[in-house]
């Protein structure tokens, strides 16, 4: 398994600003996540996060909108940017494991957009 | 389109029984199946999954079956108990290795004393 932390907890934030979600797991994995999960609704997936290059984005999620990078094997951030109260949410970032099977998730940000 | 549907948004059982939940999918390319348990205010935990080749997996009081055909499964909690009280996620992927998830609704368990 691996344990993951995420920067900030929680946050409230003004519209038209932005704010970057730290993840740091404890061990080197293949594969980083961004999820969010809106109120009331179930987990989507915005993007891969790709050591050293580009993340690969969802159908919906764009690159301005949600920048994201992952400088090594340990560590990620996403950006919300301009933000609006559509974007208030939960954000979570999840890992595989090397040869593993499943995906492990941090506790999660939870952002509210007034 | 929702590939993944949980159908019911909450389940109440009673403790010592058996708690079961259901996932459908449509599509046919989704190969491994996973369930997680969610708490208020904490990520999804993982707890059981299964692969295409196998219709049930088991893993102390939870087990999961799979009706490809039906493009069906389930979550069976036995005996129940009050800490199994959370929200139940069912996901799915089509790639082994659980990447890209495509997650259902959610299913909210309660188990009464």
């Known amino acids: 398994s691996a344990v993951i932390s995420q920067k900030p907890s929680r946050d409230i934030c003004q519209r038209g600003t932005s704010l970057t979600i730290q993840c740091q797991v404890d061990?080197?994995?293949?594969?980083m996540f961004w999820y969010r999960q809106q109120p009331g609704q179930s987990l989507t997936l915005i993007a891969t996060?790709?050591?050293?290059?580009?993340?690969?984005?969802e159908s919906g999620f764009v690159i301005d909108k949600f920048p994201i990078s992952r400088p090594n094997l340990t560590f990620s951030t996403l950006t919300v940017s301009n933000m609006s109260p559509e974007d208030s949410s939960i954000y979570l970032c999840?890992?595989?494991?090397?040869?593993?099977?499943?995906?492990?998730f941090g506790p999660g940000t939870r952002l509210l957009v007034l | 389109d929702q590939q993944v549907k949980q159908n019911s948004p909450s389940l109440s059982v009673q403790e010592g029984r058996i708690s079961i939940l259901n996932c459908d999918y449509t599509n046919s390319m989704f190969d491994y199946f996973l369930w997680y348990k969610k708490y208020p205010a904490e990520g999804p935990t993982f707890l059981i999954s299964i692969s295409s080749i196998k219709d049930k997996n088991e893993d102390g009081r939870f087990t999961v079956f799979l009706n490809k055909s039906a493009k069906h499964l389930s979550l069976h909690i036995v005996p129940s108990q009050p800490g199994d009280s959370a929200v139940y996620f069912c996901?799915?992927?089509?790639?082994?290795?659980?990447?890209?998830?495509?997650f259902g609704q959610g299913t909210r368990l309660t188990i009464n004393p």
């Open positions: 061990s080197q994995v293949t594969m």
């Open positions: 996060a790709n050591q050293g290059s580009e993340a690969t984005y």
């Open positions: 996901a799915a992927s089509a790639i082994r290795g659980a990447q890209k998830l495509v």
């Open positions: 999840s890992v595989a494991v090397t040869g593993g099977e499943t995906q492990y």
